[in-house]
């Protein structure tokens, strides 16, 4: 049985794809680096994460991409004995322009080197490469209209301008041939996400549409040949949740179809799972699967509608494996754990190091958090409505302009901290900062006020507990006496795509981590022994 939803936490834009027994997500990572996220199953039910191939300053450089830009939409499949991805680098995100850039790399297997990578168009983002039965490859992608009032935070439908197709020569490594907007959309507008697949002599373009806010669904159009005229679906959306508000999966869209080598038909959806009473989806988007069947040449959803299910039947009766309530992180070996990734830089030997002391994580005090270029982060995804992260420190500051410790975080108008700094008169100390989704100015907070004094040297543990919309910080000096809770309890929910600036204002997720910044200059190091994140 698989349960939905099959990644849980900030898993966007899922494109699946089969090889053989094998099948493969890769999923949209934003800001954070490295870049694009796949995960590997045999059974559909049961998923690991095994690369993130945009790994090199060659192929991925983000310092300066505002937030919630960067890696939209990639697009992975299997041709000519070895994998393709297509993914854009999207550099502007408020006003009328994107500034969306397309390339594609490639590799013998997904665990492997991959390639530099080709530059393809700057048409729009969301691209997809569909390799024909015939041996010729096609391009797709939804293309930017900057002519309308499309600003960030408030989609308006002119903006998507349809889904452009033109041929990918391989040999060339370029795009040639006319330029044809194969699919305008449908009615509900904001029409991106394109996939195109071929069976039984129809080619079939799924897309996204509705924004990714809880108006989102997958839209399904047919046509004879490639360059259309398409067909809309009989029931114009295949997976959508908009006009049932009361299903556990929300925002249901933007996802690929597959296929079993027996035929059995699935297709991918990202969804959020929002919380009351806000209705706030503080683990992002998500990725889910559906089990489908064919009628009349169409591809419905098993269950009869067009809402996405919890629970779907799996292959070879497969059952969820029991995870671990606890994930314990330790940082030996001189490798950054899997689950962890940091902010837009390739040169991540400037921000961290997991060699300089071994068996500790140090971040090297940089820029301000929430800083768009060099950024001293590390944190994992948040996966649960509730948990509670901890870590222990070691920190000397001699400036309050030198600040490290612990973090729940989603942007730079979107995060809380618990942190290790100076303070004129209580000396070192332990103090919060928050930004409560204050756009576009960024205002902090200091709900702690000054801070609480503790010893001038020595370790200290910080911790956080998120209970759904709450959270509360605490700290202790290490070894030695009970948790103290610090500041008041603090909204939580704010920590979501939701929160702030409101729907379509932004579409990452929560991370949990450690942070570290110096605006002195100096680089001042601050070291992590461990960090432990618990479900609740």
Excluded at 65 to 73: E, F, L, Q, Y
Excluded at 231 to 236: A, D, F, R, V
Aim: one cysteine or more; proline letters at 7%; charged letters at 20%.
């Amino acid at each position: 049985m698989i349960r939905n939803p099959i990644l849980p936490g900030f898993n966007p834009d899922p494109s699946i794809c089969r090889v053989g027994d094998d099948y493969y997500i890769a999923t949209s990572t934003f800001e954070w680096y490295p870049g694009v996220q796949i995960h590997h199953s045999r059974d559909l039910v049961n998923w690991t994460l095994v690369r993130r191939p945009l790994e090199r300053a060659s192929q991925l450089d983000m310092r300066g991409n505002p937030d919630s830009c960067g890696i939209w939409a990639p697009c992975l499949s299997h041709a000519d004995g070895q994998f393709w991805l297509v993914y854009t680098d999207v550099k502007r995100f408020d006003g009328n322009f994107k500034d969306a850039h397309n390339y594609i790399v490639t590799a013998p297997s997904i665990e492997g080197e991959w390639s530099e990578p080709i530059y393809v168009n700057s048409s729009g983002f969301d691209p997809s490469l569909f390799h024909d039965e015939d041996g010729r490859k096609w391009f797709v992608n939804m293309q930017w209209n900057h002519r309308t009032e499309s600003y960030g935070g408030s989609p308006k439908s002119p903006a998507f301008d349809g889904i452009l197709l033109q041929e990918w020569d391989p040999l060339a490594k370029a795009l040639k041939g006319p330029i044809k907007n194969i699919f305008a959309g449908s009615p509900l507008g904001l029409v991106e996400g394109p996939h195109l697949f071929k069976k039984n002599g129809w080619y079939y373009l799924t897309t996204a549409e509705g924004g990714t806010g809880y108006d989102h669904a997958v839209t399904m159009a047919r046509s004879r040949g490639i360059e259309g005229p398409y067909e809309l679906h009989p029931n114009m959306h295949l997976i959508t949740s908009k006009d049932h508000p009361g299903a556990v999966l929300q925002r249901a869209g933007h996802g690929q179809y597959v296929e079993t080598p027996d035929g059995e038909a699935y297709h991918t959806h990202l969804c959020g799972r929002p919380l009351p009473p806000k209705r706030r989806c503080t683990l992002g988007r998500e990725t889910s699967l559906q089990r489908c069947v064919w009628r009349d040449d169409w591809l419905h959803l098993e269950n009869g509608t067009s809402v996405p299910d919890v629970d779907v039947p799996g292959l070879f009766g497969a059952v969820p494996a029991e995870k671990p309530m606890r994930s314990e992180y330790n940082f030996d070996g001189g490798k950054l754990p899997a689950d962890f990734q940091w902010l837009r830089t390739p040169e991540h030997g400037r921000i961290f190091s997991l060699t300089d002391r071994p068996g500790h994580l140090r971040l090297i005090g940089r820029e301000s958090i929430g800083s768009w270029f060099e950024q001293s982060l590390v944190a994992r995804r948040q996966e649960h409505h509730s948990f509670r992260a901890e870590t222990v420190i070691e920190f000397s500051p001699d400036t309050y302009q030198q600040v490290a410790g612990l973090t729940h975080y989603y942007n730079r108008h979107k995060f809380h901290a618990v942190a290790v700094t100076l303070h004129e008169t209580l000396g070192r100390c332990v103090t919060i900062l928050s930004c409560n989704g204050d756009y576009p100015n960024g205002r902090l907070s200091f709900p702690a006020g000054s801070g609480v004094a503790i010893p001038a040297d020595g370790r200290v543990q910080l911790a956080m507990e998120i209970r759904e919309n709450d959270l509360q910080f605490f700290w202790q000096t290490d070894g030695k006496g009970a948790w103290q809770p610090i500041g008041p309890a603090l909204d939580a929910s704010v920590i979501s795509d939701e929160g702030g600036r409101g729907e379509h204002g932004s579409f990452t997720g929560a991370f949990a981590g450690v942070f570290a910044f110096d605006t002195s200059g100096r680089g001042k190091a601050a070291d992590f022994d461990w960090f432990n994140y618990d479900e609740l």
